[in-house]
């Protein structure tokens, strides 16, 4: 599966993004998917993941309240709504898929990474 992620940019401390994820070659409702970022000079780090059913969402502990993981499986596409972002939140973010993603596995239980998009915020 091929992943495309989508809508960063450059936006104020306070402000709001939604980011996209695509799919090509097979369909999302086949996986786990999930949101992955990674700052400058710092490991990826886990954000947000929606089962294939939509019906569980694991997020980061740091992250929750203020950013929202959805999926459409009829649209083929998965989205991650961003509010009250904060300086630290700049990083590039990563699309990711799982055959089955476990809480314990974290980001190393992702099989597919799509390429990232990059979110500024400015303080």
């Known amino acids: 599966v091929q992943l495309q992620a989508s809508g960063g940019g450059l936006v104020q401390a306070g402000g709001s993004l939604r980011l996209s994820c695509t799919a090509s070659g097979r369909t999302l409702s086949t996986y786990d998917m999930g949101w992955v970022r990674q700052a400058p000079g710092k490991e990826r780090e886990f954000v947000a993941v929606?089962?294939?059913?939509?019906?569980?969402?694991y997020y980061a502990d740091s992250l929750k309240g203020r950013f929202t993981i959805s999926r459409d499986n009829a649209k083929n596409t998965v989205s991650l709504q961003m509010n009250s972002l904060k300086p630290d939140d700049t990083a590039v973010y990563y699309c990711?898929?799982?055959?089955?993603?476990?809480?314990?596995?974290?980001?190393?239980?992702?099989?597919?990474w799509g390429q990232g998009t990059l979110v500024t915020v400015s303080s």
């Open positions: 990711a898929a799982a055959y089955h993603f476990t809480a314990v596995g974290g980001v190393k239980s992702l099989d597919y």
């Open positions: 929606i089962r294939r059913n939509a019906g569980t969402t």
